[in-house]
């Protein structure tokens, strides 16, 4: 038997895979709340689950995206295919119901507080329950339990993603970013239509005083909140290892979150199905993990690194310079392969003039 623990976007759809092999345990009596997240899926999801009827979990879909500097430069620009802004709650219950179509089976008000392990089996010990397991998967969000019992989570870092949905008036197809240059800092706004949107910034630290900073450049008062919406953000190491002998980490128990955009839905269920990959077919997971995403996520972070380097100066000349060149129809799936930005001479000597001044910086 495969015990995973955590009924999110990770654990729901890794048990949507396995089926009638595993039972997933949740801590809360309700799927999918709280709600921590804005609920941005690229496109790429289509690739994971097939959705008959869209209008399940869908609130919006967005056609452009506006990025805006510290001293309001702009640049906007259409994406290549339209994204979905999903109602985490539905949608988190919508992956737990096709794992429950698909055999699993659904423990609520389950919440793990410790396990020991022997050569033969894990033993699980739940508030009020005890249950003797093979495997063990760690789908327990950021401070995994799971993870840290078995020290795979020591060194991780965090942010704080601070979010509201308030009443406003928006432009319901586009959504805005805003920079402020402080390192690893960015806002955004996110329309679920033209009256709510959900707003929040991410950063590593002073987040109440960012966020009042932030609403009032945007002209949000406190008052047209309606939700907080607010949790951690692991950050991603190329480095960290995902499982040690029978006990598996996926999703943000596992750091599987884009260092750019802080997105990790979609990593989160593409590390569920090669995980799903590894558990049938007795596979090295943290081989194919690197293999399969790792790359692209090692990407992630460098391009971070480098933008939250740029300052509020490196910010208005980034965004003046996207505005010459121009991105065309943007495909946020595949970031780092449009190889045709790359051709263009200015892109390559800004990269490199700023990549010196954030060397510098560091020294
Ligand atoms: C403000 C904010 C905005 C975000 N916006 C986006 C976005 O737009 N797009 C995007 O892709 N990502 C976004 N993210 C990240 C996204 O929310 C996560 O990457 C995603 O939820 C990870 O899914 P998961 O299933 O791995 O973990 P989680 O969603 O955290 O699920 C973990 C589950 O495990 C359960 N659990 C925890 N401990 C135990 C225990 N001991 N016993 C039993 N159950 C337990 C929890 O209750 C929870 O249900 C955002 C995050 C934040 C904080």
């Known amino acids: 038997m495969i015990s995973i623990i955590g009924g999110g976007p990770s654990g729901a759809y890794l048990g ?92 609520t008000g389950h919440k793990l507080i410790d396990f020991s392990f022997s050569e033969d089996n894990i033993k699980l ?37 601070h979010q509201y949905t308030a009443r406003g008036e928006f ?16 806002g955004w706004v996110v329309p679920e239509n033209e009256k709510i949107a959900r707003i929040g910034i991410v950063g590593d630290e002073n987040i109440p005083e960012l966020f009042q900073k932030f609403l009032d450049k945007i002209g949000i008062n406190k008052k047209s909140f309606i939700e907080c919406q607010s949790g951690v953000i692991p950050v991603y190491d190329y480095n960290a290892k995902c499982c040690d002998g029978n006990v598996y980490l996926v999703g943000d128990a596992a750091g599987h979150v884009k260092s750019t955009t802080l997105g990790g839905i979609v990593y989160g269920m593409r590390a569920a199905k090669i995980l799903a990959n590894a558990l049938e077919n007795n596979r090295d997971y943290d081989g194919l993990l690197r293999k399969e995403i790792g790359r692209e996520l090692w990407l992630h972070s460098k391009a971070a690194e480098f933008l939250s380097g740029l ?53």
Do not use: M
């Not at 760690?138 to 942010?159: F, Q, T």
């Open 171 to 186: 432009d319901e197809e586009t959504f805005t970013v805003y920079f402020n240059g402080n390192k690893n800092y960015f």
């Open 311 to 363: 300052g509020e100066n490196g910010w208005d000349d980034f965004i003046r310079l996207l505005r010459k060149v121009e991105l065309g129809k943007f495909n946020r799936d595949k970031p780092f392969s449009g190889l045709h930005l790359f051709l263009k001479p200015s892109l390559i000597y800004f990269l490199i003039k700023q990549g010196f001044k954030n060397k510098n910086k560091l020294v």
């Open 16 to 107: 949507s895979l396995l089926g009638d092999k595993c039972k997933i345990f949740e801590e809360h009596k309700e799927i999918g709340k709280p709600i921590q997240c804005t609920g941005i899926l690229t496109h790429s999801i289509h690739d994971l689950i097939s959705v008959k009827n869209e209008d399940d979990f869908v609130v919006n879909r967005i056609k452009r995206i506006k990025l805006i500097s510290p001293g309001d430069e702009e640049y906007e620009f259409r994406l290549k295919n339209e994204e979905l802004i999903v109602d985490r709650f539905k949608f988190d219950n919508y992956l737990i119901n096709l794992a429950r179509e698909n055999g699993a089976e659904i423990l």
């Open 125 to 161: 010990k739940f508030e009020k329950h005890e249950y003797e397991t093979e495997k063990l998967v760690g789908a327990d969000g950021p401070n995994s339990l799971v993870g840290r019992k078995i020290g795979l989570l020591n060194g991780r870092r965090y942010k704080v993603g």
